[in-house]
C-alpha cells in the first residue's frame, strides 16, 4: 500500500480539486442583477425582515463550524433569510440533499458511485478544502508515528503493541461513531479505496505496554477532540481546524511506508496542508494528499435563487476570513 491518494485526485470524479473548483464548484446567476455580499441577487426580491424564507443545511461536521459562520454573515446582510445548519455527517448531508429534505447538503467527500446513482440530480459545489491530522494526548512521547503503527491501531486484527516502540503505550484508540467523510477518507487512505469505516477496530481487543487497549468511538470531530484531550495514552484523527488551537492535544507528523515524514520538521501543519490542496498532482509533497479532501456543498438539481446566492458567498473572496478564522481553507487560495 503506497501512501499517496489512488487517483492522484478527487476520489469518484477523476478530477483534481482544481479541476473540480473550475468545473462544478462555481454557481452562476441568470437573475436581474446587483451585487450583494459578494453575490448576485435580484434585490426585486429581497425578503423582507423577519419573513419565512428558510435554508436548511445538514450533512458533515467538518464544514459545519464554517457554515455556521457563513449562515451569519449572509443572515446579516438579509435580514428576511434563516438559515439554519446542523450536523450528522457528510453520509447524512448527502442522504438529506438526495431525499430533498434540506436545501444544501454539506460533505468533507466527493458522494460515492452509489450514491450518485441513487440521487443522479446532486449536484456539487466546492466551497474549500481541509485535511486530517492524527492527534495524540500531550503526554504521547515524540510528535511522529508511523503509517504502519496506525494501521495497527486501527485494522481488525488484535495484536501486542508493545513490541512497536511509538505505540507501546497506547491505552485508548478513537474513531467516529456517525457516518463520517473524516473517517472514511482516514480509512481509505489506509486500508484502500473500498474501506468505508473503521467499524471493525471497535470490536479488537489490542494489548500493550498499559495492559487492553479500548477502542471508543465518539460522534463529530469535537467529541473525538475531547476523548483524545481528556485521556491519557490516547490517540484519533480529527480535521485540522478542530486540533490547531487546543493546547491539551498534540498533531502528530506521519511517516510514511517510504521513510518520509509529513510536515518536514519545523513546517507547521497548515501551509502543508493548503500547499498539498493547491498541488493535488498524485504524490505527496508538503502533506499526505491522501489526508487532504474538499469542502463541498450539494443540492438536489438547479439551487434556488437564494441557496444559489447563499453557495456563491460561500466561495468568494468576502467569505475566506471564515474559513480561515476555524482553520480551513477558502477556495480562493488553492484555486488558480
Known amino acids: 500500500m503506497n501512501d499517496r491518494a ?26 436581474l442583477l ?26 458533515s461536521t467538518t464544514v459545519q463550524p464554517v457554515s455556521e459562520m457563513l449562515a451569519g454573515a449572509f443572515m446579516q446582510a438579509h435580514p428576511g433569510v434563516r438559515i439554519s445548519v446542523t450536523g450528522g455527517g457528510s453520509g447524512k ?7 430533498g429534505t434540506v436545501s444544501i447538503g454539506a460533505a468533507s467527500r466527493m458522494p460515492e458511485p452509489e450514491e450518485m446513482e441513487k440521487y443522479p440530480d446532486l449536484r456539487i459545489y466546492q466551497i474549500g478544502g481541509s ?24 485494522d481488525e486484527r488484535e495484536e501486542n503493541l508493545s513490541v512497536y516502540p511509538r505505540i507501546a503505550g497506547i491505552k485508548t484508540v478513537v474513531q467516529r461513531s456517525d457516518a463520517s467523510g473524516t473517517e472514511e477518507t482516514f480509512a ?13 477496530a471497535l470490536n479488537v481487543s489490542d494489548t500493550s505496554d498499559s495492559g487492553r487497549v479500548e477502542a471508543v468511538a ?50 507547521p501543519f497548515g501551509p502543508a496542508i493548503r500547499d498539498e490542496l493547491a498541488l493535488q498532482n498524485g504524490r505527496n509533497d508538503r502533506y499526505i494528499e491522501g489526508l487532504t ?20 458567498f460561500s466561495q468568494s473572496p468576502e467569505a475566506a476570513k471564515y474559513f480561515k478564522e476555524v482553520g480551513y481553507f477558502p477556495l480562493v487560495d488553492f484555486s488558480r
Open 218 to 267: 465518539g460522534e463529530g470531530n469535537m467529541a473525538v477532540l475531547n476523548i483524545v484531550r481528556t485521556t491519557p495514552g490516547s490517540i484519533g484523527f480529527v480535521d485540522f481546524g478542530f486540533a490547531e488551537s487546543h493546547p491539551d492535544v498534540k498533531m502528530l507528523r506521519i511517516e510514511t511506508s517510504l521513510g518520509e515524514v509529513f510536515p518536514a520538521a519545523g513546517v
Open 188 to 200: 481509505q487512505w489506509l486500508f484502500g479505496e473500498k474501506a468505508k469505516h473503521l467499524n471493525g
Open 293 to 312: 479532501r474538499p469542502l463541498l456543498y450539494l443540492t438536489k438539481g438547479a439551487p434556488g435563487p437564494w441557496e444559489e446566492s447563499f453557495i456563491l
Open 6 to 31: 489512488g487517483t492522484g485526485g478527487v476520489r469518484g470524479t477523476g478530477r483534481t480539486p482544481r479541476d473540480l473548483a473550475l468545473a462544478i464548484g462555481t454557481v452562476s446567476c441568470t437573475l
Open 131 to 154: 485535511g486530517i491530522v492524527v492527534i495524540s494526548h500531550r503526554e504521547f512521547p515524540g510528535d511522529v508515528i508511523g503509517r504502519d503503527d496506525l494501521a495497527r491501531l486501527y
Open 34 to 59: 446587483v451585487l450583494v455580499s459578494g453575490c448576485l441577487v435580484d434585490s426585486a426580491h429581497e425578503p423582507a425582515a423577519g419573513g419565512a424564507l428558510n435554508i436548511t443545511i445538514s450533512g
Open 93 to 99: 448531508g448527502i442522504l438529506d440533499t438526495g431525499e
